[in-house]
């Protein structure tokens, strides 16, 4: 059979009063306070009836006994109850003890993996360092190996101007310097003859160029007279022979200009030609030699 709900109307004290007995009590439900007060009851009222009133002694000695009994279990349980209170309590402890431990070696496993891929990270790039280090330093090699070949090279082309130094020194050098620096002023002073030469031919044949423009200008103006003049006799006479279309020709003089202009540019080439010949000094001694018409040295032919 199911149980039904029992439900009486007190007051608030009272309601407070029975919810703090039952908290207290060591019954799971309130069910079983309610019928272990009932059974108090029950006992209660036994020991008021006639049938019963001489078993009261009895009745109060077993009640001492179970009370005694009841308070020694009300004891044992709250022991034991504080034992398990202690008990969880340390285990509550031990189990935020060894869940801190876990946080701090979860934290310390994150920061060992960080550290364990920075790591990584790091011998990636070392690697990569050391490749470009490996190609810097094969670049290196072939950069010193060159070097050493262009200083060979430097060090024999040294050695060629030393001896060659040596054999200026041996011929009669200060004596050939002195000749040259001689000859090159001869040359330039005769430089600056054939410049004042150039300079009288450029006047004269600017003078030329002007009186053939003067000329020019004359035979046109007078072509221009002649024109008029032949225009006047054609108006007056019918039976005239008509005139030829176009101005008179004055090739004579454009190609007296041409001419002169191709003479003076002759005439200047020339001058410039022998200029530069004259200057033109050979740099090896032996030609240097056979341009002045000396023979060389002793020193020199070995």
Partial sequence: MSDVTFGVKVTPELKGKIEQLIKDSDFDTNKEWFQHLL?????????????TKRYASDLEYIEQNLT??????VQMMKKMADEATHQETEWTKTSDEIQQQLQQSEQLRKE???????????????????T????QSTVLEDLCTTLKKSMQEKEAEIE??????????????????????EDNQALKQQSQMQQHQIDLLRMEYEKKLEV?????????????LL???QRKPSKEDPDAPPRKRGRPRKDEAALSVSGQQQLFTDVYDDAEDEQEQDNDLPEDPDDLHEMLGDEPSQNQKE
């Fill in 39 to 51: 059974s108090i009851y029950d006992l209660y009222h036994l020991k008021h009836e006639d049938g």
């Fill in 68 to 73: 005694r009994i009841q308070e020694t279990i």
């Fill in 112 to 130: 060992l993996e960080t550290e364990l891929n920075e790591t990584k990270e790091q011998t990636n790039q070392y690697k990569i360092n050391l």
């Fill in 132 to 135: 470009e280090l490996q190609k």
């Fill in 160 to 181: 060629k101007l030393n001896q060659e130094r040596l054999k200026w020194q041996s011929s009669d050098y200060p004596a050939i310097i002195q000749r040259l620096t």
């Fill in 212 to 224: 053939e423009q003067l000329k020019t200008d004359f035979a046109r103006k007078e072509a221009e």
């Fill in 227 to 229: 024109l008029i003049a």
